[in-house]
T-cell receptor, first 112, second 113 residues
Framework: GQSLEQPSEVTAVEGAIVQINCTYQ??????LSWYQQHDGGAPTFLSY????GLEETGRFSSFLSRSDSYGYLLLQELQMKDSASYFC?????????????FGAGTQVVVTP | DTEVTQTPKHLVMGMTNKKSLKCEQH?????MYWYKQKAKKPPELMFV???????INESVPSRFSPECPNSSLLNLHLHALQPEDSALYLC????????????FGPGTRLTVT
């Protein structure tokens, strides 16, 4: 089976940096995705890491270490609009090939 | 263009009604998905279509019936639903089935009375 663990909630002030960690246990592995979802909205794709290392897209960066079964999403220069749930996810490599397995989600609360 | 559209945005239906949810994408993606999401939970996969063929059914009750008329369209037919089926129903698409980069539509907020 597959399981992903991420913190349930993170609170930070505007302008700060937040790191959301995700550890995974899978029988096979293709890569790690990150999605953002605002209350009442739909998930929005942020990044997908198939290889080790850091990928930067504007204020958001995503990191993967395959040897440690670990990744993180880094949110820099936090803004109020970054208040949302963030999900890490991995594509299934076994019985449900094509299924995206999501973590439980991390609620990020940005305060003034 | 990375847009997936869904209609309707909101739907209220009784337990004896029949209704359909519609989804459309024009990104040339060959995999399309239906998810169900309850409040404060991650999306839960229901069905996967790959090249217009149903490839995954996550043991979804038969009162939910998916259909893929062509490579751009995905429908979810609803019949005799239960109040516990009330949720946000999300459609998504990706280039191929095994792809961690999925694009979601805005969802249909379904209430079963």
């Amino acid at each position: 089976g597959q399981s992903l663990e991420q913190p349930s909630e993170v609170t930070a002030v505007e302008g700060a940096i937040v790191q959301i960690n995700c550890t995974y246990q899978t029988s096979g592995f293709y890569g790690l995705s990150w999605y953002q979802q605002h209350d009442g909205g739909a998930p929005t794709f942020l990044s997908y890491n198939a290889l080790d290392g850091l990928e930067e897209t504007g204020r958001f960066s995503s990191f993967l270490s395959r040897s440690d079964s670990y990744g993180y999403l880094l949110l820099q220069e936090l803004q109020m609009k970054d208040s949302a749930s963030y999900f890490c996810a991995v594509p299934s490599t076994t019985d449900s090939w094509g299924k995206l397995q999501f973590g439980a989600g991390t609620q990020v609360v940005v305060t003034p | 263009d990375t847009e997936v559209t869904q209609t309707p945005k909101h739907l209220v239906m009784g337990m004896t009604n029949k209704k359909s949810l519609k989804c459309e994408q024009h990104m040339g993606h060959r995999a399309m998905y239906w998810y169900k999401q309850k409040a404060k939970k991650p999306p839960e996969l229901m069905f996967v279509y790959s090249y217009e063929k149903l490839s995954i059914n996550e043991s979804v009750p038969s009162r939910f019936s998916p259909e893929c008329p062509n490579s751009s369209l995905l429908n979810l037919h609803l019949h005799a639903l239960q109040p516990e089926d009330s949720a946000l129903y999300l459609c998504a698409s990706s280039r191929i089935r095994q792809d961690g980069e999925q694009y979601f539509g805005p969802g249909t907020r379904l209430t079963v009375t």
